[in-house]
């Protein structure tokens, strides 16, 4: 069974600091997304990662994907109040040709001013 | 472009009463999904769907039913609502798996629906 963990679950930080949230996954697969969520909200795609090494940026946020590992990290740089919101990953698996996604639970990062 | 829309955004019910939820995409998406979230416990897939016609379960689907009967749309049926289905329920929409360098899913904005 596919088991997708994130840690930590909820970061408090504040502003201008440096953080990286963890997501670990239990069977291979080398297609990894992350999500954001604001609060009341629904999930807004942010990187898509597709083989292993593989690196996005998107301003203060960059996500990165070790296959071999099963890890993928974001990493937070000089956090604003902006970036406050709960953050997933998503695991891709591949069963019988039929392809599905298992969620982590999430991390809900608060900036703090 | 709608993207994926979903209808009622809230709902109140009493216990064991029914409703439908309605899940509908302008993407000509293939597959379609049906997530629960729950405080601390991230998205819990309910039921999915590979194409017009098909269903599938997913890690929670005891209490849920669901139909796929045209391409663009995909209903969750509750037939006898219960407090424990009390949750934000998200529906989402991919293009097919195979043959594709990714499947990003896109996801509807989420029906809040509290069972008493």
């Known amino acids: 069974e596919l088991k997708v963990e994130q840690n930590p679950l909820f970061l408090s930080m504040q502003e201008g600091k440096n953080y990286t949230i963890y997501c670990n996954y239990s069977?291979?697969?080398?297609?990894l997304y992350w999500y954001r969520q604001d609060p009341g909200k629904s999930l807004e795609s942010l990187f898509v990662?597709?083989?292993?090494?593989a690196v996005k940026q998107e301003g203060r946020l960059m996500a990165s994907l070790d296959t071999k590992a099963r890890l993928s990290t974001l990493h937070i740089t000089a956090a604003v109040h902006d970036l406050s919101a709960t953050y997933f990953c998503a695991v891709e698996a591949s069963t019988s040709g039929t392809y599905k996604y298992i969620f982590g639970t999430g991390t809900r990062l608060k900036v703090l001013a | 472009n709608a993207g994926v829309t979903q209808t009622p955004k809230f709902r109140v019910l009493k216990t064991g009463q029914s409703m439908t939820l309605l899940c509908a995409q302008d993407?000509?998406?293939?597959?379609m999904y049906w997530y629960r979230q729950d405080p601390g416990m991230g998205l819990r897939l309910i039921h999915y769907?590979?194409?017009?016609?098909?269903?599938a379960k997913g890690e929670v689907p005891d209490g849920y039913n669901v139909s796929r009967l045209k391409k663009q749309n995909f209903l969750l049926g509750l037939e006898s609502a219960a407090p424990s289905q009390t949750s934000v329920y998200f529906c989402?929409?991919?293009?097919?798996?195979?043959?594709?360098?990714?499947?990003?899913?896109?996801f509807g904005p989420g029906t809040r629906l509290t069972v008493l």
């Open positions: 990662l597709l083989s292993n090494g």
């Open positions: 769907s590979v194409g017009e016609g098909t269903t």
């Open positions: 069977t291979t697969s080398d297609r």
């Open positions: 989402a929409s991919s293009y097919s798996g195979s043959g594709r360098a990714y499947n990003e899913q896109f």
């Open positions: 993407m000509n998406h293939e597959y």
